[in-house]
């Protein structure tokens, strides 16, 4: 497979381009911090996280972003999601600004947090109360017990967090997102702390569930083999500040089920472009 990288915002994954969903115009993220002093405290620039990111992501695409640890991944999620701003530049996502936390973005984050005691169907429950800023009717609580459903956690309704696997809670945490319907979804290393054959089961899960439920998704990785296997599109980072390395897109068949796709050739090439893209970032070697 000839690997095609773009030094460009990423666009429809092969044939014509889809309508851009979520557009990041040369966002850039300096955290401040504080020096105090005997009676004051005076705020001063500190690290600076992101650098000039442009970003198009087609709608009902699946776009990873991979990075070296601290490249400002998780960064440039939460400012997507609208839980922190950005120093400078604009977050569109139907071309309507992201001034906050968005109707219609749906975020499931590294760690669950799931409140414990509460059962699962609750935590579920909660976020769309959240949404709608009142106790759900029982036609709303039916709806959403369907995302448990489509997680596979049917029967497990009325178990507590702590009863479940790690696995199990990561699908709660699936479900939970899903629940407030988003047209976005944005996806925070979920598979980070899991075993690795849990964490391949799930990922079948998740192919599963975007072909059922479409959505936009953004996913956070540090798996090299992950990001190839999920997505349309995987965009690479460079180390702190992060800035955009290359896009390449990832133009294996789909669906993807078939684990044989992991040593097909064209999947093996395209690992390996991504990992020494990845060692230069690592090494901290001049781009």
């Known amino acids: 497979m000839d690997v095609q990288t773009k030094a460009r915002a990423p666009d429809a994954a092969g ?3 889809a309508r851009t969903k979520i557009r990041i115009d ?4 300096q955290f401040m911090q504080t020096k105090a002093k005997l009676f004051t405290r005076e705020w001063a620039p500190g690290v600076e996280a992101l650098r000039n990111i442009n970003v198009n992501i087609p709608e009902f695409s699946f776009v990873s972003v991979l990075g070296p640890s601290g490249c400002g991944k998780t ?10 701003p950005q120093t400078r530049g604009e977050v569109f996502i139907d071309d309507k600004p992201v001034r906050g936390p968005r109707v219609g973005s749906g975020m499931v984050f590294q760690y669950i947090g799931l409140l414990p005691w509460k059962t699962i169907e609750e935590n579920v429950f909660f976020s769309r109360e959240m949404q709608f800023h009142r106790p759900l009717t029982n036609a709303e609580k039916e709806s959403a017990r369907g995302f448990l459903k489509m997680v596979g956690l049917k029967g497990f309704e009325q178990s507590f967090p702590h009863q479940l696997s790690g696995g199990m809670q990561q699908r709660v945490g699936i479900a939970r997102a899903l629940a407030v319907q988003p047209d976005v979804l944005l996806m925070d290393e979920p598979f980070g702390a899991l075993d690795a054959q849990t964490r391949l089961i799930l990922q079948d899960e998740l ?8 959505a936009t998704v953004m996913f956070i990785t540090h798996d090299i ?8 599109q995987v965009i ?8 955009i390395k290359f896009v390449v897109d990832v133009n294996l068949p ?24 990845l060692k230069d970032e690592l090494h901290g070697e001049v781009r």
Do not use: Q
């Not at 040369?26 to 993220?29: A, G, I, T």
């Not at 083999?225 to 349309?232: F, K, N, P, R, V």
């Not at 690479?236 to 800035?243: A, S, W």
């Open 15 to 17: 044939g014509a381009a």
């Open 26 to 29: 040369n966002v850039s993220k």
């Open 75 to 84: 960064t440039l999620l939460r400012i997507a999601a609208g839980l922190i």
């Open 207 to 214: 192919l599963r569930i975007c072909g059922e439920y479409r």
């Open 225 to 232: 083999d992950e990001a190839i296997y999920l997505s349309d």
């Open 236 to 243: 690479v980072m460079t180390h702190r500040p992060g800035e």
């Open 254 to 277: 789909k669906p993807r089920y078939d684990h044989e796709v992991r040593s097909s050739p064209e999947f093996l090439e395209l690992r390996s472009h991504l990992w020494n893209a």
